[in-house]
């Protein structure tokens, strides 16, 4: 998945800090400019190097022999292989990111499909969508095939009225069968308007445009899912042809 885009939630989850007193002159004076700290860890040829953030992307230190200089950068090997990136997406954006996983799986959504299948699938939608519509359409033959299973968490972000019509489904008695209803219709059998918003339903948006914004996603449908390696994977507005295959197969 994009990286960046989810940073300012992933960092957040990070404890482990290296301690201030144990680094290296010109590492503090690389603190001192923004880039926090997390961790050492030793490099290829002996090279020490430290983890560290700045402005929420995930950065690699290197000290040089003498222990009076040190390089930001990325390093690379005789193959043209960046293996700073792996450093940062092993020990930083995945395991966040399966992090991040659990509290999407937590959150309280419409579900679709089986909970025995394949791939599990989180997506956040407006009721007025039509990326999201096109892409509820295309999931359908994977939920029968139980190649995915579907989780909706509402947003109202398209239309001043998104949010009502998002409450009006959560509060309905049955969210699900109205929320496939209105994805049926095309959004045409809308659902009726309460004549006050459910408080409930109402929290449950905001805590599903809390999660959005720490997702960093700018648009709706935004889906994720664990791949095979259990990495989180983002798809931010209606998947292509290739981001769909790879979803149908959990990749």
């Given at each position: 998945?994009?990286?960046?885009?989810?940073?300012?939630?992933?960092?957040?989850?990070?404890?482990?800090?290296?301690?201030?007193?144990?680094?290296?002159?010109?590492?503090?004076?690389?603190?001192?400019?923004?880039?926090?700290?997390?961790?050492?860890?030793?490099?290829?040829?002996?090279?020490?190097?430290?983890l560290g953030?700045?402005?929420?992307?995930?950065?690699?230190?290197?000290?040089?022999?003498?222990?009076?200089?040190?390089?930001?950068?990325?390093?690379?090997?005789?193959?043209?292989?960046?293996?700073?990136?792996?450093?940062?997406?092993?020990?930083?954006?995945?395991?966040?990111?399966?992090?991040?996983?659990?509290?999407?799986?937590?959150?309280?959504?419409?579900?679709?499909?089986?909970?025995?299948?394949?791939?599990?699938?989180?997506?956040?939608?407006?009721?007025?969508?039509?990326?999201?519509?096109?892409?509820?359409?295309?999931?359908?033959?994977?939920?029968?095939?139980?190649?995915?299973?579907?989780?909706?968490?509402?947003?109202?972000?398209?239309?001043?009225?998104?949010?009502?019509?998002?409450?009006?489904?959560?509060?309905?008695?049955?969210?699900?069968?109205?929320?496939?209803?209105?994805?049926?219709?095309?959004?045409?059998?809308?659902?009726?308007?309460?004549?006050?918003?459910?408080?409930?339903?109402?929290?449950?948006?905001?805590?599903?445009?809390?999660?959005?914004?720490?997702?960093g996603a700018?648009?709706?449908?935004?889906?994720?899912?664990?791949?095979?390696?259990?990495?989180l994977q983002?798809?931010?507005?209606?998947?292509?042809?290739?981001?769909?295959?790879?979803?149908?197969?959990?990749?």
């Amino acid at each position: 998945m994009k990286k960046r885009l989810m940073a300012c939630a992933l960092f957040a989850s990070l404890s482990v800090q290296a301690q201030n007193h144990d680094l290296p002159a010109p590492v503090k004076a690389l603190e001192k400019q923004g880039i926090t700290i997390i961790k050492p860890f030793t490099a290829p040829g002996g090279v020490e190097g430290w983890l560290g953030k700045y402005q929420d992307t995930g950065v690699t230190i290197y000290l040089t022999p003498d222990k009076k200089h040190a390089i930001s950068g990325y390093m690379y090997d005789e193959k043209g292989n960046n293996l700073s990136e792996k450093i940062i997406n092993d020990e930083i954006y995945i395991p966040a990111g399966r992090e991040m996983w659990q509290t999407l799986t937590k959150a309280a959504g419409i579900n679709e499909g089986s909970d025995q299948a394949d791939c599990p699938v989180v997506v956040f939608a407006d009721p007025f969508c039509p990326y999201c519509h096109t892409f509820w359409q295309q999931a359908q033959p994977l939920l029968k095939e139980k190649r995915i299973s579907l989780k909706t968490l509402l947003v109202g972000v398209l239309r001043p009225d998104s949010g009502r019509y998002a409450a009006a489904v959560l509060a309905s008695d049955n969210p699900a069968s109205a929320w496939q209803t209105l994805q049926a219709s095309n959004g045409k059998n809308k659902p009726t308007l309460p004549e006050k918003t459910s408080q409930a339903a109402f929290k449950q948006i905001q805590h599903n445009q809390s999660l959005m914004d720490q997702l960093g996603a700018n648009g709706t449908p935004a889906i994720y899912y664990l791949n095979k390696d259990k990495a989180l994977q983002q798809i931010v507005g209606l998947p292509n042809a290739e981001q769909m295959a790879r979803l149908a197969a959990c990749e």
